[in-house]
């Protein structure tokens, strides 16, 4: 098989857009971040003020937003115990208590409710407040908004072309159209803002819903798994393409087509995204490269860590070599990333140096590759060569 026939399938999370401004995990609640997405909602509405005073009235949904920031803040600025470990099992909680059939309704209602209770002891106005955002059933967007402009607005304001875009470029120029696929969980545009600038034509992503694809609309390449900013649920309960600024988000949070932690996530990911999960296990099957870039699967992404895990473990070709760009360290995120591949290919695959000298591999074995790129997203970007990329192993 020459090189130009050879797939490789590209992994990316919140990793991969962090130099252009997107924020990772432990900073989706930036006190800073959530300042510059009033400031960018301020400027588009005309309304100033402070977020409580000048915004409640006219934009309710960015003052409940903003409770929902605050609380997360104030939990960790006082140091008391939080009963989550990061960001999305703090909006994981608070989804499961607001979903009166969720199974961990009551318990996360319960925590949440007391937390409330310890952090506003002394704002009786703001614990109430709060508490009426956690049990009304109006305001079911509020979790999905708020990921939706954290994660995103970096792209509205970023200048598509300047330097720092250059590595992204460069990525979408190297890739093989034919044989190379995109697997995303992030809800941002990076990817589809990067192929229209490098391509002049927008990039081929999978249906929501599958249909015959014709020559004016191939088969996507770009798979996101999680949904998209610019996707929207209409009445049909199918998904629309729609870019929105900020203030629309606030409007139609409730209407996103995001997957978020939470008990509607394996629901949608198993329903309303299954198009995308389908091209993505399917593309991995078939790989001969993937490339994890800023993704190590997250506590909360349990379905994808039983889907893509499962998907590797049944790749069809005898080597297999996968590439791990999580940054320079030899980090927790890294180890845990290599152990839930070796587990993925215990009893089928063997490492290429198991063996010294042997090839094709032993009897009822297929050969694996994995190895740390120890660079950031940005690094590996800039200076990974496809051909290379594909060689058959030494």
């Known amino acids: 098989m020459g090189e130009q026939e050879k797939k ?21 609640f930036d006190p800073h971040r959530w300042r510059y997405v009033r400031s960018m909602i301020s ?6 003020g402070d977020l409580i005073t000048g915004f409640a009235d006219q934009t309710p949904a960015l003052a409940r937003l903003g409770r929902l920031h605050d609380l997360y803040v104030e939990v960790k600025a006082r140091s008391l115990r939080a009963p989550w470990r990061n960001a999305e099992e703090y909006i994981e909680m608070w989804e499961s208590a607001r979903d009166k059939d969720s199974p961990e309704h009551e318990r996360c209602l319960d925590l949440l409710e007391s937390l409330i209770e310890d952090v ?17 059933r109006s305001n079911q967007g509020d979790a999905r908004t708020y990921l939706a402009a954290i994660t995103s607005e970096f792209v509205h304001q970023s200048h598509i072309g300047g330097e720092r875009w250059n590595p992204y470029l460069r990525w979408i120029n190297q890739l093989d159209l034919a044989n190379d696929h ?9 990817v589809e803002k990067a192929f229209t600038k490098a391509k002049d034509v927008p990039i081929a992503r999978t249906r929501s819903w599958p249909r015959a694809h014709t020559a004016e609309e191939p088969p996507g390449r770009l798979h996101k798994l999680h949904g998209s900013v610019d996707w929207q649920v209409n009445e049909r309960k199918e998904i629309d393409v729609k870019e929105v600024d900020l203030v629309a988000m606030m409007q139609d949070g409730c209407k996103m087509a995001l997957g978020i932690p939470g008990p509607g996530k394996f629901s949608a990911s198993a329903k309303l995204f299954r198009p995308q999960w389908y091209a993505a296990e399917t593309a991995i099957k078939e790989a001969d490269v993937i490339v994890f870039v800023g993704y190590s699967f997250p506590s909360t992404d349990n379905y ?5 895990l499962n998907a590797i473990r049944c790749n069809r070709k005898r080597t297999l070599k996968v590439r791990i760009v999580l940054g320079p360290e030899r980090s927790d995120p890294v180890r845990r990333l290599e152990g839930m591949l070796l587990w993925a290919f215990a009893g089928v695959r063997l490492p290429t140096d198991a063996v010294p000298g042997r090839h094709p591999p032993p009897d009822g074995w297929k050969w694996q590759d994995i190895r740390q790129e120890p660079m950031f997203a940005e690094d590996y970007l800039s200076v990974f060569q496809r051909k290379e990329l594909v060689k058959e192993l030494d």
Do not use: C, M
Request: net charge negative.
């Open 8 to 28: 490789v399938v590209w992994v990316l999370g919140s990793g991969f857009s962090k130099s252009l401004g997107g924020p990772l995990l432990e900073e989706l």
């Open 43 to 48: 400027r588009q509405t005309g309304i100033k």
């Open 120 to 136: 506003y002891d002394d704002n009786v106005q703001r614990a109430h407040a709060l508490n009426v955002d956690l049990h009304s």
């Open 182 to 190: 995109i697997v995303t969980f992030n809800y941002d545009l990076v």
């Open 304 to 308: 994808a860590k039983a889907a893509l």
